[in-house]
């Protein structure tokens, strides 16, 4: 900066001040050193310009992973959502820092939010991190949280309607006559939760009585998940229909069908959650409930610099919609 | 840290020594000051830590686009690199810093070098920026490359055997009995001419003839890629195989085909390139040459750690296999 002081012939601080394009310094004076600057290659150290303007150009998107699932960033649905998230950010302006976090050890949100190293964050699934995310939210405005909507959640959430999403499903499977509906997955993680709760308020409107040996707490890695279902096929309980958390586990229990021998939608018809990129290429393809991710993550992108900004983005509820496809009719 | 060191009855620079585990500072005082910043919350500010120890603890990954493709992050194979890389980087206790940018403006390359916020760099795709790899080669040495090796490189890559690749799709397929193979996709960047060079090859040693109305220039996104052949196969020139760039494209000829009332394998016999998880899940499943994405990865972050400790880590050809799945037999 010395040396483009020395070349414009004004002082470091005038430099300074009108790299930062500070208005102070007059426009045609500004424009010269910017000038001077290029030609020469100056490039600004970013972790300097960071710590002088508390700016970092930079949003962070963190995945925090409960240990024991051991669920990668390569679960495609986390992928795609990423994916979309980076295209959304990257369109702003912005580089997007992913931060992989284990969330089991306390304050694993405070420290990442203290770092400063970006001036937003986006959490993509609040897991079982509801307490640790309200914790936060009353000091910390500028993130947004990929999930489910709780009571008396303080932070701005944007996700799908899981609860409608479950009724349907087993609207849609108790129309084609199914009647002993297994549901795949965890129910304790709040999205879980709600769309389990959707299943049953679908069971009860549908006359069917539900049945706690349909519930399969399966895995939602694809590898788990096929020896899971299969497991829970051999050990015994007839069913003729599907409700899986996700569609992953919904493909993994296509698979897991073939092997044992059961056709879909024949024997066994099968729904899903997401529609990921996956669910359309299956085969048969995938009956599912889609959530748009791209809007949604528009949707997350645009909240987040709201807040940014300073205003009180409230959280948003997307609707699901029904797919339906070849492994249910 | 004042507080800090006062709590302690030491001065600002021990404290500042301590926090850094530096081995001057008793270790008994140091864990000591460690507790008491522990205990009061005490966060380093990430930027102004990066700026003392010329440390950032990211790794910038680096997706540079030629403009015109328009091809989106939220391509499948970008995608799923992408994530291997998040999970490999992020078990060596770094964060990804992810940076999408459009490769034609000169100078992008040193501009995000000499922005210093990584301690090292992968880039995913050389696409046609082998010059601006080079540029840099000299100068920046923790930096990787996804990409082909070419005549004259300087900077470290990593990636498949596409020359072979190609030439193991054209005799596979020749060795079905087909006889008019088309190539579907660009035959410029440098991935691209070695597995087209590749398909030549594979033609000679199988004795059919190279026929240029059999190459399609389709695009890499899914549905771009789908009206491009259907507009070839609309064009007429008859083909019983196609050895597709990238499995989007041999994904995107099958639903093309199947629309145009002709099947796979039986009318014609289709290979990928990757072995994208959506590979296995196609209507047929698709047969491709397997570029081990996890193991590329691995590899990949293995030899920019390497580069980062100042060692001479050369470049890798990764072997790539030929999966044999329905769409070809």
Same mark, same amino acid.
């Given at each position: 900066m010395a040396d483009i002081a020395r070349m414009a012939g004004v002082s470091i601080s005038t430099v300074s001040r009108a790299l930062a394009g500070?208005?102070?310094?007059?426009k045609t004076l500004r424009d010269q050193i910017v000038e001077i600057a290029r030609t020469h290659g100056y490039v600004v150290n970013q972790s300097a310009r960071s710590l002088r303007? @508390?700016?970092? &150009?930079i949003i962070g998107v963190v995945i925090p992973l $409960?240990?024991?699932?051991? @669920?990668?960033?390569?679960d495609p649905f986390l992928l795609e959502m990423v994916g979309r998230l980076v295209d959304e950010i990257a369109r702003r302006g912005y580089a997007v820092l992913v931060h992989k976090v284990i +969330?089991?050890? $306390?304050g694993w949100l405070e420290r990442i939010i203290q770092s400063? @190293? +970006? &001036?937003g964050l986006i959490l993509i699934g609040q897991s079982v991190e509801h307490a640790a995310l309200n914790a936060v939210a009353d000091t910390y405005r500028p993130m947004v949280v990929w999930g489910a909507q709780l009571p008396g959640q303080r932070y701005c959430a944007v996700g799908g309607d899981h609860l409608e999403g479950g009724r349907l499903a087993v609207a849609h499977l108790a129309g084609l006559g199914r009647e002993r509906i297994a549901f795949f997955g965890a129910t304790e993680a709040p999205e879980a939760a709600q769309r389990f709760e959707g299943y049953r308020r679908g069971l009860a409107e549908a006359g069917l009585t539900f049945d706690p040996a349909l519930v399969a707490p399966v895995s939602h890695s694809l590898q788990e998940a096929r020896d899971d279902v299969a497991r829970f096929i051999a050990s015994g309980p007839s069913f003729d229909a599907v409700f899986a958390f996700s569609d992953v586990i919904a493909l993994a229990a296509l698979e897991a069908l073939r092997e044992a021998g @059961?056709? +879909?939608?024949?024997d066994v018809a099968v729904v899903g959650f997401d529609d990921i990129m996956l669910a359309r290429y299956g085969a048969p393809p995938l009956t599912t409930l889609r959530q748009d991710l791209e809007h949604g993550a528009q949707t997350m992108v645009d909240l987040l610099f709201r807040r940014m900004a300073g205003e009180d983005a409230p959280s948003v509820m997307a609707p699901v919609e029904l797919i339906v496809r070849g492994s249910s009719v």
């Amino acid at each position: 900066m010395a040396d483009i002081a020395r070349m414009a012939g004004v002082s470091i601080s005038t430099v300074s001040r009108a790299l930062a394009g500070n208005p102070l310094i007059p426009k045609t004076l500004r424009d010269q050193i910017v000038e001077i600057a290029r030609t020469h290659g100056y490039v600004v150290n970013q972790s300097a310009r960071s710590l002088r303007l @508390r700016k970092t &150009d930079i949003i962070g998107v963190v995945i925090p992973l $409960p240990h024991q699932t051991g @669920r990668l960033i390569s679960d495609p649905f986390l992928l795609e959502m990423v994916g979309r998230l980076v295209d959304e950010i990257a369109r702003r302006g912005y580089a997007v820092l992913v931060h992989k976090v284990i +969330a089991t050890e $306390p304050g694993w949100l405070e420290r990442i939010i203290q770092s400063q @190293r +970006a &001036d937003g964050l986006i959490l993509i699934g609040q897991s079982v991190e509801h307490a640790a995310l309200n914790a936060v939210a009353d000091t910390y405005r500028p993130m947004v949280v990929w999930g489910a909507q709780l009571p008396g959640q303080r932070y701005c959430a944007v996700g799908g309607d899981h609860l409608e999403g479950g009724r349907l499903a087993v609207a849609h499977l108790a129309g084609l006559g199914r009647e002993r509906i297994a549901f795949f997955g965890a129910t304790e993680a709040p999205e879980a939760a709600q769309r389990f709760e959707g299943y049953r308020r679908g069971l009860a409107e549908a006359g069917l009585t539900f049945d706690p040996a349909l519930v399969a707490p399966v895995s939602h890695s694809l590898q788990e998940a096929r020896d899971d279902v299969a497991r829970f096929i051999a050990s015994g309980p007839s069913f003729d229909a599907v409700f899986a958390f996700s569609d992953v586990i919904a493909l993994a229990a296509l698979e897991a069908l073939r092997e044992a021998g @059961r056709s +879909a939608p024949g024997d066994v018809a099968v729904v899903g959650f997401d529609d990921i990129m996956l669910a359309r290429y299956g085969a048969p393809p995938l009956t599912t409930l889609r959530q748009d991710l791209e809007h949604g993550a528009q949707t997350m992108v645009d909240l987040l610099f709201r807040r940014m900004a300073g205003e009180d983005a409230p959280s948003v509820m997307a609707p699901v919609e029904l797919i339906v496809r070849g492994s249910s009719v």
